[in-house]
């Protein structure tokens, strides 16, 4: 059992930043791999970013590679996704999920792949 916790999300103008992180507590997820998905009103959930359990490989959706960076500290037991240069339709409820997923056999962008959720945080970017 690993409960997971995201924070840092909240309003902003097109342009700006915001960091979101995902904490988790009970049992470490050190060896985990661990993704973001985001899910904006009336659409699916959809793959962001994920980063396997040593943080050396990660993985991005086009709409995201050059303004977003996923990260992790181990040690703290948690995982970051800085996102700069925000966007309306960026605008979503941001999860972080957690499971054991071997980057040799897949590029984790699957949610059933993951065992764990956290409850989300709302990102709203206006135009």
């Known amino acids: 059992q690993v409960q997971l916790v995201e924070s840092g999300g909240g309003l902003v103008q097109a342009g700006g930043s915001l960091r979101l992180s995902c904490v988790a507590s009970?049992?470490?997820?050190?060896?985990?791999?661990v993704a973001w998905f985001r899910q904006a009103p009336g659409k699916e959930r959809e793959f962001v970013a994920t980063?396997?359990?040593?943080?050396?490989?990660?993985y991005y959706t086009d709409s995201v590679k050059g303004r977003f960076t996923i990260s992790r500290d181990n040690a703290k037991n948690t995982v970051y996704l800085q996102m700069n240069n925000l966007k309306p339709e960026d605008t979503a409820i941001y999860y972080c999920?957690?499971?054991?997923?071997?980057?040799?056999?897949?590029?984790?962008?699957?949610?059933?792949?993951?065992?764990?959720w956290g409850q989300g945080t709302q990102v709203t970017v206006s135009s």
């Open positions: 980063i396997n359990w040593s943080g050396a490989t990660t």
């Open positions: 999920t957690a499971g054991v997923v071997s980057f040799y056999y897949s590029r984790g962008q699957r949610p059933g792949e993951y065992d764990y």
């Open positions: 009970g049992r470490t997820f050190s060896g985990y791999a």
